[in-house]
């Protein structure tokens, strides 16, 4: 059975930064294409970025030089480290393995 759990989501002021992780069990993150999105409110969900079984790497424009997505193999947990947040990166950010999701966790940027 696949489970991602996703966690490091909260409030944080323009400007600030967040680590986003992704937890699985059941599929090695190594040799998976991994993902991560994020659905604004009243939007629909969007690709942020992308880590490909070869470890290629893509983003979306929008977070381009902002955010990092790595893995880490012994944890077998994605990460997605999110600099100079911006109010329009507030969303529910989910991260996906295949046809698994994770349930999401909530990033707020606000002052």
């Known amino acids: 059975q696949v489970q991602l759990v996703e966690s490091g989501g909260g409030l944080v002021q323009p400007g600030g930064s967040l680590r986003l992780s992704c937890a699985v069990s059941?599929?090695?993150?190594?040799?998976?294409?991994m993902e991560w999105y994020r659905q604004a409110p009243g939007k629909q969900r969007e690709l942020v970025a992308g880590?490909?079984?070869?470890?290629?790497?893509y983003y979306a424009d929008s977070v381009k030089g902002r955010f990092t997505i790595f893995r880490d193999g012994a944890k077998n947990t994605l990460y997605l480290q999110m600099n100079s947040l911006q109010p329009e990166d507030t969303a529910l950010y989910y991260c996906?393995?295949?046809?698994?999701w994770g349930q999401g966790t909530q990033v707020t940027v606000s002052s």
């Open positions: 880590i490909d079984a070869g470890s290629s790497l």
């Open positions: 059941g599929r090695n993150i190594m040799i998976s294409a």
């Open positions: 996906r393995g295949g046809t698994f």
